[in-house]
Antibody, heavy 123, light 109 residues
Framework: QVQLVESGGGVVQPGGSLRLSCAAS????????MHWVRQAPGKGLEWVAF????????YYADSVKGRFTISRDNSKNTLYLQMNSLRAEDTAVYYC????????????????WGQGTMVTVSS | SYELTQPPSVSVSPGQTARITCSGD??????AYWYQQKSGQAPVLVIY???KRPSGIPERFSGSSSGTMATLTISGAQVEDEADYYC????????????FGGGTKLTVL
């Protein structure tokens, strides 16, 4: 079945870095754009970033632009989120999610989500 | 930046119809999507492209969109439908960014 499994979360100090991974299975990973979405404790959902199916285009929320980098390795069916210059307000559960449409060049919505990985930024 | 606005809470009795609205200036040009999130779980897509229902989603869930407002309707709401519901769309300004509404807590009791 279609599955997304995130890993790499943890506790990091303000200003630090962390890299999240998302392992995909059950679908043709290289044909779908992928997203990262986050949810701060007790708060709503926030879209973070999108990468095109072939990795050629990337889009970011203003809140993370210049600090976070989304990437993918289609040979390993894996999505990444490199997070630098982390702030307390980046504390959240981070979900990876599969785009609805195949071979789409721009973000659409998502139909499959992982279970999330928790990132805590605290000294 | 683009915003989607939802009511913070909606409450209905079991068997009643629940309606959750989502307003946004770009909705006449962009699809609305709806996600259900139960406590401690990942979100689930319940409506896509304004009014389409994914396989496995009960028929009591429906969606519509008119002008700048999209609506999620749960006809004959059940206790198990109690959850947070989020609308989602994309920015029409060419920035290609996703946007969520603030979420609506649906209480069924």
């Amino acid at each position: 079945q279609v599955q997304l499994v995130e890993s790499g979360g943890g506790v990091v100090q303000p200003g630090g870095s962390l890299r999240l991974s998302c392992a995909a299975s059950g679908f043709t990973f290289s044909s779908y754009g992928m997203h990262w979405v986050r949810q701060a404790p007790g708060k709503g959902l926030e879209w973070v970033a999108f990468i095109r199916y072939d990795g050629s285009n990337k889009y970011y929320a203003d809140s993370v632009k210049g600090r976070f980098t989304i990437s993918r390795d289609n040979s390993k069916n894996t999505l990444y989120l490199q997070m630098n210059s982390l702030r307390a307000e980046d504390t959240a559960v981070y979900y990876c999610a599969k785009d609805l449409r195949a071979v789409a060049g721009t973000p659409d919505a998502f139909d499959i989500w992982g279970q999330g990985t928790m990132v805590t930024v605290s000294s | 930046s683009y915003e989607l606005t939802q009511p913070p809470s909606v409450s209905v009795s079991p068997g009643q119809t629940a309606r959750i609205t989502c307003s946004g200036d770009a909705l006449p040009k962009k699809y609305a999507y709806w996600y259900q999130q139960k406590s401690g779980q990942a979100p689930v897509l319940v409506i896509y492209e304004d009014s389409k229902r994914p396989s496995g989603i009960p028929e009591r869930f429906s969606g519509s969109s008119s002008g700048t407002m999209a609506t999620l309707t749960i006809s004959g709401a059940q206790v198990e439908d109690e959850a947070d519901y989020y609308c989602y769309s994309t920015d029409s300004s060419g920035n290609h960014r996703g946007v969520f509404g603030g979420g609506t807590k649906l209480t069924v009791l």
